[in-house]
Nanobody, 127 residues
Framework: QVQLVESGGGLVQAGGSLRLSCTAS????????MGWFRQAPGKEREFVAG????????YYADSVKGRFTIARDNAKNTVYLQMNSLKPEDTAVYYC????????????????????WGQGTQVTVSS
């Protein structure tokens, strides 16, 4: 497993932007596919975006497609989530997740496909 620490959450007005970061340690980061999930109060944790270990493949939930961008810098052991045009319904705790992947293009979009999780960072979007 790999240890993950998220940062970059905060309070922003609707229409604004935030960039979340997730830094990994403990294992070879470049061997890990990464994902972002979120959990709003009273709701189940849901997939937001995923990226393959090579960075060649990305995948997004329909609710964020065109507004959010996932990227990674393997030299810095960091994955990012750029969030633009934020809406109040994007308010949630955002979690970073990781799993080892064999193929350079593999992306994963469900909770149980990941085995390492960060502690989460709060994102609040005011209307």
């Amino acid at each position: 497993q790999v240890q993950l620490v998220e940062s970059g959450g905060g309070l922003v007005q609707a229409g604004g932007s935030l960039r979340l970061s997730c830094t990994a340690s403990g294992r070879t980061f470049r061997n890990y596919a990464m994902g972002w999930f979120r959990q709003a109060p009273g709701k189940e944790r849901e997939f937001v975006a995923g990226i393959s270990w090579s960075g060649s493949t990305t995948y997004y939930a329909d609710s964020v497609k065109g507004r959010f961008t996932i990227a990674r810098d393997n030299a810095k052991n960091t994955v990012y989530l750029q969030m633009n045009s934020l809406k109040p319904e994007d308010t949630a705790v955002y979690y970073c997740a990781a799993r080892a992947a064999l193929y350079r293009g593999s992306v994963f979009a469900t909770n149980n496909e990941y085995d390492s999780w960060g502690q989460g960072t709060q994102v609040t979007v005011s209307s």
